[in-house]
């Protein structure tokens, strides 16, 4: 008879669980106005069409590239605390879920219990013996949608950590290959400036020698040592530069500074920058980036918890019960009449708290609000970033042409430079101007081309060019 008691109540529970609604608002998703079209001309090798999606870092052609980055993305220490994180987070989500089922609690005891005989219980029972066990279930009632708004937050905090995931990966290979530009181009500058040395020197000895026979006076000698010691003292901070790039790189890896292979150490070419790249619309960028969808899952578990503190303003309805065993003595433990049997519901309503709970609501209303305007604007900084990038490469390319045709008549300068003044037909004055001037040119050369590399990178980064976690990442975290 109980069980049936508690079989009917219980169905029909499930009957007016499934006829509430949860109380709070619905999530929506927002809406932006966006550009149809990007800002920046699509020329100079962007183009029409959809972005790359993953694996973007392979249009470099570049193998070293490829492995730093594959390394990269199973060692880095901020992604692995990011899966932490991402861990965590799940974890919560679990224990959200855990209250839509009723709680069970086992208990058992033996209790020895002597009264006083001067009170009218003692006199009567002077000494007990208690023998107990028995299973409490309790069962909260989601009427109003309380549990339910609970799991949809932790769902969408669940649902944000994994784009911070993909944006911390994004990141990280992002950084990787800034770094291994800066890495190549600081070696590349380095060999310009030696290769520019040695010319330097060499036109110091030919005046050197030129002033020996006393056919140039020593000012021409005291210029072209100048000229030297300038370019000679460049060379020190190329070389640091080229160590702090081989150290963040190593540290990207998860390796201490300086824990790097030794084609590193050596002068390599820069990454070989495709030659078109698809860049979509700017509504892409609303799927694509994780930055975006982060803050999109934020602002739906703001607006869920809503819901749960609207829920708390309700009365909260549980259904309670023990069932069990007692005894006075042990020998009479599981004879039928030990049975406990209790079950039936019960009511928690919280009448007056000063508006306590009518303003936790209206908290977590401007929570969300907030979670929106903080969505809004990270929709914004991300057409930002890609208009920038997109601009910034665009006009890297046009620089990069003039300084090529400036490289190369620089050198022609030099050549005519120095055969003048061999021909006594103009002062040193005009070969000083034109070392410097090759020297000058050719390095701004490197760096527009290391510029046009890092600005295709930040392309990818800012259209949210997708990354494939790789197992041994995952293997960590588990």
């Not at 995931?165 to 190549?184: I, K, N």
Request: glycine letters at 6%; a negative charge.
């Amino acid at each position: 008879m109980p069980s049936a008691i508690v079989k009917n109540t219980l169905m029909s529970t499930v009957a007016l669980l499934a006829a509430c609604a949860a109380v709070g608002p619905d999530y929506r998703e927002p809406e932006v106005t966006l550009p149809a079209a990007w800002q920046q001309a699509l020329d100079a090798g962007l183009a029409d069409g959809a972005p790359i999606e993953a694996e973007w870092w392979r249009t470099f052609e570049d193998p070293v590239l490829l492995e730093l980055v594959e390394r990269a993305l199973a060692q880095n220490l901020d992604l692995r605390g990011t899966f932490a994180r991402l861990s965590a987070v799940r974890a919560l989500r679990g224990v959200a879920a855990a209250d839509q089922w009723p709680a069970l609690d086992a208990r058992a005891g033996y209790e020895h219990r002597e009264e006083s005989r001067n009170t009218p219980f003692g006199a009567f029972i002077p000494r007990t013996n208690i023998h107990s066990a028995s299973v409490d279930a309790a069962w909260e009632l989601d009427l109003w949608g309380r549990v339910r708004r609970s799991i949809e937050a932790a769902e969408r905090d669940l649902e944000a950590s994994e784009a911070e995931l993909q944006g911390a990966a994004l990141s990280v290979a992002a950084e990787v290959v800034s770094t291994y530009v800066d890495l190549r181009a600081a070696q590349r500058r380095l060999q310009i400036a030696q290769s520019n040395l040695s010319l330097q020197e060499r036109t110091l000895g030919l005046v050197q020698a030129r002033s020996a026979a006393g056919l140039v006076v020593e000012r021409d000698v005291a210029q072209a040592s100048t000229n030297v010691e300038t370019t000679r003292s460049r060379l020190p901070m190329l070389e640091a530069e080229a160590i702090a790039a081989q150290n963040r790189l190593a540290v990207l890896l998860g390796r201490a500074p300086g824990d790097l292979p030794m084609s590193l150490r050596e002068p390599g070419r820069l990454p070989v920058v495709p030659a078109k790249v698809a860049v979509g619309v700017p509504t892409d960028l609303l799927r694509r980036r994780p930055d975006v969808r982060r803050a999109e899952r934020r602002f739906a578990a703001e607006v869920a918890r809503i819901g749960v503190g609207e829920a708390e303003r309700y009365p909260r309805f549980s259904l309670t019960g023990t069932l069990g065993l007692a005894s006075n003595s042990a020998k009479d433990f599981f004879d039928a009449d030990s049975d406990v049997l209790a079950f039936g519901p019960s009511m928690r309503w919280n009448l007056f708290d000063g508006g306590r709970l009518r303003q936790r609501v209206a908290a977590l209303e401007a929570n969300a609000e907030a979670a929106q305007v903080a969505w809004e604007q990270t929709v914004l900084l991300a057409l930002e970033e890609t208009e920038n990038a997109m601009t910034q490469f665009v006009r890297q390319q046009s620089r990069r042409a003039s300084l090529q045709r400036a490289a190369q008549q620089a050198r022609r300068a030099v050549e005519l430079a120095q055969t003048q003044y061999r021909a006594g037909l103009s002062d040193f004055q005009a070969v000083i101007d034109s070392e410097r001037t090759v020297a000058t040119v050719e390095d701004d050369l490197v760096t527009s081309e290391s510029s046009i590399a890092s600005s295709m990178v930040a392309i990818f980064k800012a259209l949210g060019g997708g990354v494939t976690v790789p197992e041994p990442v995952v293997a960590v975290r588990k």
